[in-house]
Structure formats: structure tokens, C-alpha cells
């Protein structure tokens, strides 16, 4: 018998068991009802406000009045964006192909008329990195391409395709290949209303109206595409969520852009900004998906909305302005002390006050020039002031902030104390930063607007294709690198001083240990070997790849001093500078000092009972007047010193 049929047996049980399942139920009932509550509301008791609450103007408000909002916003673009990428099609730097002298005069377009040549400074990688930080201001963002087809922003770029061409050919079970329509611009055809719109189903048009437009990419086309002209750019313009509302999404499911936005509705000028004349065009346009650059950053499911950089750290942020903006109002209230108004004892309880004439004086005194108090029968007491430092409560919320960013706090703050970050902080960064670079920028933002330039004909088809190559974030600065030169001057001289060639040649120790490559040793190598043959030079390729004196130097310098014995000396000289064991001799005997002469007794004429010494201190008989033994106190005469006392 199973066990539910015993509980089904079994009344009594069965009762029991179902009272525990009930009371087990209730209690977690009451327990997520207590979470629900509204008076234990996290984001209610602390003042936040839900996620699905915060709409792209409250992100747009935090950035422009909050400091460390726009840090966030700003950070990653402003550290990506310190250097420009090379856009090239050839790797030989001296060919220059008809891409690259196109891509080279879109600067010259953008600025109107310009005559300045430099690719530092160019305002395309301006406009890409104000796009880069407007398009994680909120959701998404867009970069509108202006070009001089003469068409109205609403109407597709001619040439530019959703992809299906990929696809214009199938292969059929016998394995033949059977074309299919591909649905590329072509001129728009248009009628005296205007440009035909489309079904309003599925959009945000069914509900607030906006009126949009057909794409002709919806179309197939059966004619064949005419050879396009090439264009210009005429401009380029930013907007981040705020501004573009999308009125119109691609529902068709064969194409690839299935989901994409389709038509824009964007604002030129911001409506809530104070700007100053008149004339300035506050309307909104209709903006067609070719004409534009979608770009958002932290994707998730959706390939159109992104994660603003802000939701993440909104609870962070918001306590940063709590803080920031009480202590501004502690200090204001605290740092000029209150007064306290006292009746004396003596009067008793009962006292008649003017208050009114109380509260002139108080005014006077607290907002004029008035720097005096009368007062009748009262005193007046300074309270004393409380005023706290912010410091470590802001430092919490900028730490959590750091922390799900994933930056160190020395760079989120740019400087802290006075000190730079850290080597290891500079390095482990840089590594983040090219990872953004390869991995957002180059794909996401410069890829997409070179392609659809190209499309536009506003480049040329590069024959080669084109490559994006950042430049190293580690590179060196002009004093690292002078330190480095030093230290490997060093390593070199040590190298050769210490007798280590025929362990390591002189190549992997360039290689293995210096980190050189092969074609740089090789190459050094070679110079020093071909230095050996002019007259004019020393005979040791080693004494031209480090300066070699150097080196010869710190050999006779160890020899000096004792580290090293004659005959390794020798060897040393034979084996590292390619003399020939004579002239090692001779250069050894001429670095040798001169053998210095037997010391030379100088005699003094004595008086009598004295004894002359010689310089060893034997007595000199026959330079005595007369002989005696040595009588205390004795002079001791050394030769060309000062006597002294024996």
C-alpha cells in the first residue's frame, strides 16, 4: 500500500497534514504581505523613485544638474574617445587609395571651408563621441546624417538596402538557384498629397496619430537600381531619447530589420531649453531610418532600447544629492549660529514680550547692517552650531557607484588627494577601455556610420574593405620612456660586464629578457657587426651596440677594485671586445698603475744624545754624533712626515 493511499485510509492524518500545508501557506502569505505594505516600501521610506517610473526626461534632468550623474553618463565615451582611430583600406602607409583620400576630406565637408589638413581634431570623432554620450543619456539615441540627395528626411536614401540582397538567391532541391526579390531604395514615387503612408496597425500612430511615411524598402523592385551619383555630407546631428520619439517599426518578419524602427519623429531644439533670438526651428520632423545612425549602449533582449548608464546607480545617485544638498542646507543654517531670547528670572513667568518689536530687531540685526540687539529685560545666548562633514557619506554612495561600474574611485574621480591613479589602476583600465573600444565603439558606432556612408556613395566602395585600428592605451609617455632607455642602458652594460655572452648570446637576451622583437635585434645586431669593418671603429660589435666604453669601463672599474682577477679580465676583453690577447695585455699593463719608488730616508742633523731612525725604524749608527741607547723621549724622524712622539 503507498503511502497516499494510507493518508486517503486515514482521516485523521490526512487532516493534519492538509491544517500544516494551510498554516505553512498563510505564513508566507503574511510574510510577502508584509513586503508589500506601502509603509515598509523600500523605495517609499527612502525616496526612490520605481524603475518604471523614471522616464528619459528625469534621466535628462539628473544629468544636467547632478555632478557625479554626468560623470556616469560621460566617463566611458570621454576615455574611449582620447584617441582617434585610423580608418585605412591598404596597410602601406605610402598608398593612399581613393577611400582613404574620400574618408580624409569629410572633415573638410563638415566644417564648410577649411584648410586645415591635420586628422587631430577631425569633427567626425567629435560628432561620433557626442552620439556615444547621448546614446546611454537614456534608452537609445540617434545620429541623423544629412546629405545633398535634395529629398526630404522622410524619404529613404537611395541606395541604401535593409540587408535582403544577402539573401537574393536560393538553392532549390535539384541545386539550381533561383532568384529572389530584393528590396533596395529607389526614387520615391510621390502624389500631390505627399508621400503615401502606411498602415497605422502595430505603431504608435494608431493612438496619438502621428502621421509617417512608406519606406520603398518595403517594396520590391524590379528595376534595376540606376548607377547613384557621388554625394556630400552636409551634416551631422546628436539626440539622445528625449528628443526622438519612434513612430513606426518594421513588422515584416522576412525582412532582416524585423523590429527595427522604421520612422522617427525627432525634435532639432530642445523645446525646455532658454535659448536666445528668434527663428530658431522648434518643430518636429519625420526622419527616415536610412537617414540615420541607432545607437544603443548596454543591450540586453532588445536590439533598440538599451540600459541607461544611470539606472543602475539611481538609488546611488539620488542619495549623493540628498547628501550633497543637506549638508549645503546644514551649513547654511548652522554656520551662522541662532540666537536665543531670554526673559531674566527675576520677572517671574509671567512676562509680557513685544514680540513684533522683537521680531524688527532680530530682522534688522540678521539681514541688514544693523550689528547691535536692544533688548528690555532679555538676554540674548548664541546657540551653538552643529555642523557635520559629508565627506564619508558621500564617499559610500560614490564607492557603490565605482563598484557596479566596475571603474577604481581614482579615475571615476580623476584625482584623488592630489595623486594619480596607480600604475596597476592605469593598466587594468586601459585593458577595460580597448576592451569598449573593439567591443562597442568600433562595431556599434564607427562601423555602422562608415557602411551607410558608403551606401550613401558618400564614400567610395573600398576594394580592399576597410579596417578600424585603436591606438595602444599603454603607450608610453616621453618620461617613461627615457626611464625605460636608462634602465635597459643599464641591463646592457651589466650584461656585458658580466661575462654572460657565451651563456646567452647577445640575441636572446635582446629577445627574452629586453622583450625586443626579432626584426629590432636582428637589425641592432647587424649595425654593430657592420661597425666592426670601418676603420674608425672598435672591433667589438658589443662596444657599438652599447656605447662600449661603457662596458670596457665597468670591466677595468670591477678589476680595481678586486671582483674580478687579471686573467678574467683578459678573457673578458678577448671574448666580449674581440682584442686579440696582446692588446688585452697591453691595455691591461697600461690601466696599471706605475710600481711606486723605494722610499728615500731624509736625514736630519741631530744634537747630541739623540738617535736618527730610518723610516722602518732601525737606528742609524753612523749618522749619529755619538752613539747611546735610545733615552725616552725619543724623536722618531720618518721620512717626509711630521715627527712624532715614541
Given amino acids: 500500500m503507498s503511502h497516499l493511499e494510507t493518508l486517503a485510509s486515514d482521516p485523521i492524518a490526512f487532516n493534519k497534514i492538509q491544517e500544516m500545508i494551510t498554516n505553512a501557506s498563510s505564513s508566507r502569505s503574511e510574510l510577502l504581505k508584509t513586503f508589500m505594505d506601502p509603509r515598509r516600501n523600500l523605495n517609499d521610506e527612502c525616496g526612490y523613485p520605481d524603475t518604471k517610473d523614471i522616464d528619459a526626461n528625469t534621466y535628462k534632468d539628473m544629468y544636467d544638474r547632478e555632478p557625479v550623474a554626468t560623470r556616469v553618463v560621460q566617463l566611458m565615451p570621454?576615455?574611449?574617445?582620447?584617441?582617434?582611430?585610423?580608418?585605412?583600406?591598404?596597410?602601406?602607409?605610402?598608398?593612399?587609395?581613393?577611400?582613404?583620400?574620400?574618408?580624409?576630406?569629410l572633415a573638410t565637408y563638415l566644417r564648410v571651408r577649411s584648410w586645415y589638413k591635420d586628422q587631430e581634431g577631425n569633427p567626425v570623432w567629435e560628432h561620433l563621441y557626442r552620439a556615444d554620450v547621448l546614446c546611454g543619456l537614456g534608452h537609445f539615441g540617434i545620429l541623423l546624417i544629412g546629405i545633398d540627395d535634395g529629398k526630404d528626411l522622410a524619404q529613404p536614401v537611395e541606395g541604401v538596402t535593409d540587408g535582403r540582397e544577402l539573401y537574393?538567391?536560393?538553392?532549390?532541391?535539384?541545386?539550381?538557384?533561383?532568384?529572389?526579390?530584393?528590396?533596395?531604395?529607389?526614387?520615391?514615387?510621390?502624389?500631390?498629397?505627399?508621400?503615401?503612408?502606411?498602415?497605422?496597425?502595430?505603431?504608435?500612430?494608431?493612438?496619438?496619430?502621428?502621421?509617417?511615411?512608406?519606406?520603398?524598402?518595403?517594396?520590391?523592385?524590379?528595376?534595376?537600381?540606376?548607377?547613384?551619383?557621388?554625394?556630400?555630407?552636409?551634416?551631422?546631428?546628436s539626440f539622445d531619447e528625449s528628443l526622438v520619439q519612434i513612430t513606426q517599426y518594421e513588422n515584416d518578419p522576412t525582412s532582416p530589420r524585423y523590429g527595427q524602427p522604421v520612422m522617427y519623429l525627432v525634435t532639432l531644439n530642445d523645446p525646455n531649453e532658454k535659448h536666445s533670438g528668434t527663428g530658431l526651428p522648434m518643430a518636429s520632423v519625420h526622419v527616415h531610418?536610412?537617414?540615420?545612425?541607432?545607437?544603443?549602449?548596454?543591450?540586453?533582449?532588445?536590439?533598440v532600447f538599451g540600459v541607461p548608464r544611470m539606472r543602475p546607480v539611481f538609488n546611488p545617485l539620488m542619495d549623493i544629492r540628498k547628501v550633497r544638498g543637506g549638508s549645503a542646507e546644514m551649513y547654511w543654517r548652522g554656520a551662522f549660529p541662532g540666537i536665543s531670547l531670554e526673559t531674566h528670572p527675576q520677572l517671574g513667568g509671567d512676562v509680557s514680550v513685544d514680540t513684533d518689536a522683537v521680531q524688527d530687531t532680530m530682522e534688522n540685526y540678521m539681514n541688514g547692517l544693523q550689528r547691535y540687539l536692544l533688548s528690555m529685560g532679555m538676554s540674548a545666548k548664541t546657540l551653538a552650531p552643529q555642523v557635520v562633514d559629508p565627506t564619508a557619506q558621500i564617499n559610500i554612495q560614490i564607492d557603490c557607484v565605482c563598484i557596479q561600474l566596475g571603474i577604481p574611485v581614482r579615475i571615476f574621480k580623476g584625482s584623488e588627494r592630489g595623486e594619480l591613479s596607480s600604475t596597476e589602476d592605469k593598466g587594468q583600465w586601459n585593458e577595460v577601455v580597448h576592451g569598449r573600444q573593439v567591443g562597442f565603439v568600433s562595431p556599434r558606432i564607427v562601423v555602422p556610420f562608415i557602411d551607410r556612408l558608403i551606401q550613401m556613395n558618400v564614400l567610395p566602395v573600398p576594394a580592399l574593405g576597410y579596417h578600424i585600428k585603436w591606438p595602444d592605451m599603454n603607450s608610453l609617455t616621453r618620461v617613461e620612456q627615457a626611464t625605460i632607455a636608462v634602465q635597459e642602458t643599464q641591463a646592457l652594460s651589466a650584461y656585458v660586464s658580466g661575462g654572460v655572452e657565451a651563456v646567452v648570446a647577445p640575441k636572446d637576451y635582446l629577445t627574452r629578457v629586453l622583450k625586443w622583437t626579432d626584426e629590432a635585434a636582428d637589425a641592432t645586431l647587424q649595425t654593430a657587426t657592420d661597425a666592426i669593418e670601418t676603420p674608425e671603429s672598435t672591433n667589438s660589435p658589443l662596444l657599438s651596440m652599447v656605447g662600449g666604453m661603457t662596458g670596457m669601463l665597468e670591466l677595468?672599474?670591477?678589476?680595481?677594485?678586486?671582483?674580478?682577477?687579471?686573467?678574467?679580465?683578459?678573457?673578458?676583453?678577448?671574448?666580449?671586445?674581440k682584442l686579440s690577447e696582446a692588446d688585452a695585455e697591453d691595455l691591461i699593463a697600461d690601466s696599471e698603475p706605475a710600481p711606486a719608488p723605494a722610499p728615500t730616508p731624509s736625514f736630519q742633523k741631530v744634537r747630541e744624545g739623540e738617535t736618527l731612525l730610518d723610516g722602518d725604524g732601525t737606528v742609524v749608527h753612523d749618522k749619529v754624533a755619538t752613539p747611546k741607547p735610545i733615552v725616552k723621549p725619543a724623536i722618531k724622524l720618518v721620512p717626509k712626515q711630521s715627527p712624532k712622539v715614541v
Avoid at 87 to 97: K, L, V
Avoid at 291 to 300: C, K, P
Avoid at 556 to 577: I, P
Fill in 78 to 105: 570621454q576615455e574611449c574617445w582620447k584617441v582617434s582611430p585610423d580608418i585605412y583600406e591598404d596597410e602601406n602607409a605610402e598608398t593612399e587609395t581613393e577611400f582613404e583620400k574620400a574618408w580624409d576630406s
Fill in 168 to 237: 537574393s538567391t536560393t538553392v532549390q532541391g535539384d541545386g539550381s538557384t533561383q532568384a529572389v526579390d530584393v528590396k533596395v531604395a529607389t526614387e520615391t514615387s510621390t502624389t500631390a498629397e505627399g508621400i503615401q503612408p502606411t498602415s497605422l496597425e502595430g505603431t504608435d500612430a494608431q493612438y496619438n496619430l502621428t502621421q509617417f511615411y512608406v519606406s520603398d524598402l518595403a517594396k520590391p523592385s524590379t528595376q534595376e537600381t540606376p548607377k547613384a551619383q557621388a554625394r556630400k555630407l552636409l551634416f551631422l546631428r
Fill in 289 to 303: 531610418w536610412t537617414r540615420v545612425i541607432h545607437l544603443a549602449d548596454n543591450l540586453g533582449s532588445s536590439e
Fill in 556 to 577: 677595468f672599474k670591477g678589476y680595481s677594485e678586486g671582483a674580478m682577477s687579471r686573467d678574467t679580465l683578459k678573457q673578458s676583453l678577448v671574448m666580449f671586445f
